[in-house]
């Protein structure tokens, strides 16, 4: 059994969904109180967020942007509070690197 995580084992061997068109949807993200799916948050119990409480929102994101698919990332994250959010959030450098290009491009288009 191995004891340490490799580039093939471990969080940073999972893919980061970073869809292209998440500025483009026209799909409205949801606002209000939201339960994300067991795959998005899979420790402990179901837990009810308020995505109009920036704590809350900033907990979601981290969460979908770690754990989610392109769609739960359409679903659930809007492009601008994403922006707004983005130096407050607390996620793994790999997950950083991943959204780096969007990040910067979009800002630089702001």
Not at 21 to 27: H, K, M, P, R, T
């Amino acid at each position: 059994m191995t004891r340490t995580r490799s580039a093939s084992l471990g969080p940073a061997a999972r893919p980061v969904a970073v869809p292209e068109d998440l500025d483009g949807g026209s799909d409205p993200r949801p606002l209000g109180r939201v339960e994300l799916p067991p795959h998005l948050r899979w420790s402990g119990p179901p837990k009810t967020y308020d995505l109009d409480n920036r704590s809350d929102r900033a907990r979601v994101y981290e969460q979908i942007l770690r754990e989610g698919t392109e769609d739960d990332v359409r679903r659930f994250v809007r492009a601008d509070d994403l922006l707004e959010l983005w130096d407050e959030l607390v996620l793994p450098g790999h997950v950083r690197a991943a959204w780096s290009d969007w990040i910067s491009s979009r800002r630089a288009a702001t």
